[in-house]
Each structure stands twice: as structure tokens, then as C-alpha cells.
């Protein structure tokens, strides 16, 4: 069934502009991609696909992704000095373009370096609206919107990995909306997306850190 659309939908999201789709999007990809990750990356490297390359600087694509980078909501009045923020807080971001094949003409390509130096591959497009959808998260394809709180699992591709996780957010009586699991290949590393209808507790996600198989449990907020 398509989904009902809102009054939101209808005016718009709350927002510092010009466009919904290049700059409020935009920020709320940006915010999406440093919450995957686990906060504010220390260096960012954005390809910039379709219409984000060609008219993302005169709608200020690239400011709006900085600004979700550094945290900012799209309705921020920081908005448009997001990159001198980012400059003042030692965040080097850079913006090239690029063609990603067959992305949506608004997507973006985030290659996030963390506080502990791993470097996280996040892709996503800007759908209209304020929408978006993550399509990758390192090399694994999904689909996410940030509408909803999500745990990222990764983990080790063993039986009752998936399970023993699951058990634990039923005990605990957290609803979940929806899931995603992929793996490299069978008995290789995996992902489990978790889309929640409440954050989970930081005790829970202890629990789940400790389930014999599970490399690292990233709880990324609604956006």
C-alpha cells in the first residue's frame, strides 16, 4: 500500500533554503551519514552524483551536507556557514564530483574517517520533500530512511547470531518496525539493520555487544 502522504509532505519540511531536496535533504543525509557512523567524523570525503554536482553549490548542497555533518538540523540559522563550523572544528571535509552509476540524480557518497581512524562508506539520495534513503553502508546495500531509530549490527556470519539478538530486544519488550540482514558471503562478515519503534536502552545494547558473534552495535537515532 503507497504511503499516505502527510501535511508535511504537502508544504514542506521546516527549513533553511532554498530547496528541499538539495539543501534540507541534503543536511538530513549528512546527519544520517555521521549518525551511522557514531558521531561527527574527522574527515570527510563527499562525491557529489547527478544534480547534487551540476546545481548543489548555487543551492548550497554542500554547506547543508556539512552542516548535518556537524549535527545541525536543516532549519539551523548556522546552516549556511557550516563549512567555516566545520573548518573552526578541525572537520575537513572535502566535495568532489563524480558519477555513480545508476544513483537517483540527488545522491551523495560519504567516505567518513572516525574518531578511531576506521573509515565508513555511507551512500544516500535525496528523494524530495526533506526525504532521503541510504542505500549503502560500507559494502553492504539497504535501504534506510532515518525515520525511525535503527541498530547497526555487525556481526559474524554464525548460526544464532540473528536470533539470540532478536530474543534479547523481545525480552526487553522493544517493538521491532522492521530488519535488514546481509552478508559478504556465507560464514563472512554481516549486517543487521534494525529499524525500532523506540530507542533501545545503552544497557541493551551492551547486552547485544556482548552475544557471542557480534563485532560492534552502533545505535543511530531518528533523523
Known amino acids: 500500500m503507497p504511503r499516505q502522504r502527510s501535511l508535511f509532505d504537502i508544504i514542506g519540511p521546516v527549513m533553511i533554503g532554498p530547496s528541499s531536496s538539495h539543501t534540507a535533504g541534503a543536511a538530513r543525509l549528512g546527519a544520517l551519514a555521521r549518525a551511522i557512523v557514531g558521531g561527527t567524523p574527522t574527515r570527510a570525503r563527499v562525491t557529489l552524483h547527478g544534480s547534487f554536482a551540476s546545481t548543489g553549490k548555487g543551492h548550497g548542497t554542500d554547506r547543508a551536507i556539512a552542516a548535518g555533518l556537524l549535527g545541525l538540523r536543516p532549519d539551523d540559522e548556522r546552516l549556511p556557514e557550516a563549512i567555516t ?29 572516525d574518531a578511531q581512524g576506521r573509515v565508513h562508506v555511507v551512500q544516500g539520495s535525496s528523494l524530495g520533500g526533506g526525504d532521503v534513503a541510504v542505500t549503502l553502508i560500507d559494502d553492504f546495500p539497504v535501504e534506510v530512511t532515518g525515520e525511525l531509530p535503527l541498530l547497526v549490527v ?70
Do not use: K, W, Y
Not at 573548518?87 to 540524480?105: K, M, N, Q, W
Not at 523506540?198 to 547486552?207: H, L
Open 154 to 223: 555487525v556481526h559474524h556470519d554464525q548460526p544464532g547470531v540473528v536470533a539470540a539478538v532478536t530474543a534479547r530486544l523481545a525480552a526487553d519488550v522493544i517493538n521491532i518496525a522492521s530488519m535488514q540482514v546481509s552478508r559478504e558471503r556465507r560464514g563472512a562478515r554481516a549486517l543487521m539493520l534494525i529499524e525500532t519503534d523506540e530507542r533501545v536502552p545503552d544497557e541493551i545494547i551492551a547486552g547485544i555487544s556482548a552475544i557471542d558473534g557480534v563485532a560492534e552495535v552502533r545505535s543511530v537515532p531518528a533523523v
Open 85 to 113: 563550523l566545520a573548518e573552526a572544528a578541525g572537520v575537513d571535509i572535502a566535495f568532489v564530483s563524480g558519477d555513480l552509476g545508476d544513483a537517483h540524480p540527488n545522491t551523495a557518497r560519504f567516505e567518513l574517517t
